[in-house]
């Protein structure tokens, strides 16, 4: 996928540690065995999450770091309007990196939201579960990062919390042709079809906003997140094929320390 990889090379001129997007690229070079994806770090174990300050110390010390626990009594009223969003029907690759099952657009422009007049483009969206964020102390079956960023490398996500229920018809063909085995950006293949990015988003939903981070290495902050307050369904079998994948990629809560976030209504 040679589009992909030029976008990145690109990109790594000016922002080597922010593309990660919550798991997309590994710092450490490939290893011995040419593995396209060395997974320096992991969920659990030795290299699970409460060593991952070995990576990059941002993750041990970083003080607005994600996910963190949502609770109704931190939400101030909106100083800031709701993401406007610009998805629409697109082309996409999956790939399996080794730490989620990601989705990138084989257009990169073709898809943006708009934050207080900036455009932040898609540059992918992936899975996690469970879910990393909790909303008043619930933790949902999944969730889905929309990682969408500016041509100067600002990042903000789009989160939506997912629960068993019906099938979600936008994810079907990604949910049933997820590689199994870890491939590299080179091997990712397309998926069936077409995706709009907009109908993962629940309609009517208030949206809860604050700063945080990538929520894996090198977890670096500035990351504006945009998580919304309802959830979506995905079907239980939808569930268990990413399960069965990656039966835990979510990285426990982190401190709110000082921050507060805002909860801004439907558009
Ligand atoms: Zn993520």
């Known amino acids: ?21 919550c798991g997309t690229i590994e710092t450490a070079p490939p290893s011995a065995s040419g593995s396209p994806h060395p997974q320096a770090w992991t969920y659990s174990g030795p290299t699970g ?27 101030n009223a909106a100083d800031t309007g709701a993401p406007e969003v610009h998805y629409q029907a697109t082309a996409f690759e999956v790939e399996n990196n080794g730490h989620t099952i990601e989705a990138i657009p084989e257009n990169e422009t073709k898809n943006y939201v708009v934050l207080d007049g900036e455009k932040y483009y898609l540059q992918q969206f992936h899975l996690h579960t469970t879910s990393e964020h909790t909303i008043d102390g619930t933790r949902a079956d999944l969730e889905l990062h929309l990682v969408n960023k500016t041509t100067s490398g600002k990042v903000a996500v789009l989160a939506v919390l997912f629960n068993s229920g019906q099938a979600n018809k936008t ?3 990604l949910f049933k042709e997820m590689p199994d085995q870890v491939t590299g950006e080179e091997e990712a293949d397309p998926v069936s079809g077409t995706i709009n990015p907009a109908t ?11 700063e945080g981070s990538l929520t894996t290495p090198p977890c670096s ?7 919304y307050e309802t959830t ?5 079998e939808q569930l268990s094929a990413f399960e069965k994948l990656y039966p835990r990629n979510a990285r426990p809560l982190q401190k709110l320390n000082d921050r507060t976030a805002t909860e801004i209504p439907t558009p």
């Open 49 to 75: 999450p409460k060593n991952w300050g070995d990576i990059s110390t941002t993750c041990s010390t970083g003080t607005a770091q994600s996910p963190i626990e949502l609770t109704r009594s931190m939400l």
């Open 221 to 227: 902050e500035g990351v504006r997140w945009n998580v």
């Open 171 to 173: 994810l079907a063909n």
């Open 1 to 21: 996928m040679k589009k992909h990889t030029l976008r990145i090379a690109a990109l790594s001129l000016t922002l080597p540690l922010l593309l990660a997007g």
């Open 200 to 210: 993962l988003l629940p309609t009517g939903s208030k949206v809860i906003r604050y």
């Open 232 to 236: 979506g369904q995905i079907s239980a």
